[in-house]
């Protein structure tokens, strides 16, 4: 039995379904994705990180789809998006594609204070608060404070709609995160009845499963991105990989300052990433 190192210390397991899942949704065919596992499981020692394991992926992947060299891991990816706006507008573009109407960063009063709203979602005869969590280190979770403050601010909000304070009938609150939810934070959610979407939370419906049904990949996804570039983008409104393929190059040079012929080379590469 091998068992692998995870980020924070903790042993696991070395599962080789992982490496075969993981495979398959970097858009391989199931023998291929299987072919890497059994590379993988080849190369993997006792005490092995699980980062190291997830570079062999890649490494192995590569001979069956090059294209897997233009991006890095989604979970990676998502966590270097800067927390505002580009995380922010990505969530607010998500719930879009999900079928809401989508209000940004609202100051809304409450009975007490006035509160400073991310996204106000409409679908239907639902009026939705949505919080909006970003955490650049990706293996933090997210606890129970976040879910304790956003149910404060819905009753708050809820109270200052009954008083005329606010025009928002707030029918449900939802917490939108990058990384996965402590036990505890959970736990107080289901409690609650509030809604969430965090990675691999709800397990058949959580960020990654969204994002890989949507093809909502994020520009961080291009490999070697620098910091600057995506600034640039991010400024002018341009998170996703399905942006730079859609949109004219000579557009978004002049929208961000980058040079065209930049634009058109992360265009040619978001288009094999999206491709797969």
Not at 83 to 95: A, C, I, N, Q, R
Not at 115 to 139: C, F, L, M, N, P
Not at 186 to 213: T, V
Request: glycine share 4%.
């Amino acid at each position: 039995m091998t068992f692998v190192l995870k980020f924070d210390g903790r042993k696991e397991i070395f599962k080789k379904q992982k490496v075969y899942d993981t495979a398959l949704r970097m858009g391989l065919s199931k023998e291929d994705a299987n072919e890497v596992a059994n590379n993988v499981e080849m190369k993997v020692f006792d005490g092995m990180q699980t980062k190291k394991i997830l570079q062999l992926i890649f490494y192995f992947a590569k001979e069956f789809k090059p294209e897997v060299k233009h991006r890095i891991d989604l979970r990676e990816a998502i966590s270097l998006m800067r927390s505002k706006p580009d995380f922010e507008t990505f969530v607010t573009m998500l719930l879009k594609e999900e079928g809401y109407t989508v209000v940004h960063n609202q100051i809304i009063s409450g009975a007490c204070v006035d509160h400073e709203i991310d996204d106000v979602a409409k679908k239907g005869s639902d009026t939705i608060y949505v919080e909006v969590k970003h955490h650049i280190q990706y293996h933090t979770f997210t606890g129970v404070g976040v879910f304790l403050e956003v149910q404060a601010t819905f009753e708050d909000l809820k109270e200052g709609f009954r008083n005329k304070k606010n025009k928002y009938d707030f029918s449900q609150r939802l917490v939108v995160c990058n990384t996965k939810m402590s036990e505890h934070a959970r736990k107080y959610a289901e409690c609650k009845g509030m809604d969430f979407i965090a990675w691999k939370d709800p397990l058949d419906n959580g960020l990654e499963k969204k994002i890989e049904n949507y093809k909502f990949y994020p520009i961080t996804l291009l490999k070697n991105l620098d910091a600057k570039t995506e600034a640039q983008l991010g400024d002018a409104g341009i998170v996703l990989l399905r942006q730079l393929v859609r949109m004219n190059p000579k557009e978004i040079a002049r929208m961000t300052r980058i040079s065209a012929n930049k634009i058109s080379d992360l265009a040619s590469r978001a288009e094999k990433i999206l491709e797969i």
